[in-house]
T-cell receptor, first 117, second 114 residues
Framework: AQKITQTQPGMFVQEKEAVTLDCTYDTSDQSYGLFWYKQPSSGEMIFLIYQGSYDEQNATEGRYSLNFQKARKSANLVISASQLGDSAMYFCAMREGTTGSARQLTFGSGTQLTVLP | GAVVSQHPSWVICKSGTSVKIECRSLDFQATTMFWYRQFPKQSLMLMATSNEGSKATYEQGVEKDKFLINHASLTLSTLTVTSAHPEDSSFYIC??????????FGPGTRLTVL
């Protein structure tokens, strides 16, 4: 079974509007972390936001917020006030275990976001 | 934030040659480094996990004799693609983490084997 599922291969959004990128995950661990990364065409992986499994509040970082619904095992990324520079591939990822564990990140298949002027 | 560098950023080589890619943590000591491979329009796939001073742990399906990983110090890990072939052409990304901290990614190395 896929550990991280991103069902939207591509998304379009109008500049200045908000967009939600979907991510669902599958784990039997009680302790885990969820991440979103942005990968522009240059290839670098840019960390956006993190949500720990025990965090009660949804994470926010500037225009990025994570809609964490633990019971549904979803961790959707919301980008508010989209900008042209937001056009990129977005990956959802999960690390099972605690922060100190050496476990690797498991990535979803990604969503290509295009912001239209 | 923490900085991870990779060198070279891109490399073109002939089939049959070996290519070494370096991954360095510039402002922190990395207890663990990870090597990922990414084909165009696809996700990152973990190749191996390396801890300083010990042998790397390879993911299933990754040939350890083909992809040699050395993590000789807390700031440097190297990936050597031995006897490279066109099917090895890919984007290789490393990441590094300190204990109890998150992973920081390098900018990636684009390998093209002719």
């Amino acid at each position: 079974a896929q550990k991280i599922t991103q069902t939207q291969p591509g998304m379009f959004v109008q500049e200045k509007e908000a967009v939600t990128l979907d991510c669902t995950y599958d784990t039997s661990d009680q302790s885990y972390g969820l991440f979103w990364y942005k990968q522009p065409s240059s290839g670098e992986m840019i960390f956006l936001i993190y949500q720990g499994s025990y965090d009660e509040q949804n994470a926010t970082e500037g225009r990025y917020s994570l809609n964490f619904q633990k019971a549904r095992k979803s961790a959707n990324l919301v980008i508010s006030a989209s900008q042209l520079g937001d056009s990129a591939m977005y990956f959802c990822a999960m690390r099972e275990g605690t922060t100190g564990s050496a476990r690797q990140l498991t990535f979803g298949s990604g969503t290509q976001l295009t912001v239209l002027p | 934030g923490a900085v991870v560098s990779q060198h070279p950023s891109w490399v073109i080589c002939k089939s049959g040659t070996s290519v070494k890619i370096e991954c360095r943590s510039l402002d922190f000591q990395a207890t663990t480094m990870f090597w990922y491979r990414q084909f165009p329009k696809q996700s990152l796939m973990l190749m191996a996990t390396s801890n300083e001073g010990s042998k790397a742990t390879y993911e299933q399906g990754v040939e350890k004799d083909k992809f040699l990983i050395n993590h000789a110090s807390l700031t440097l890990s190297t990936l050597t693609v031995t006897s490279a072939h066109p099917e090895d052409s890919s984007f290789y990304i490393c990441s590094a983490k300190q204990q109890r901290h998150e992973q920081f990614f390098g900018p990636g190395t684009r390998l093209t084997v002719l």
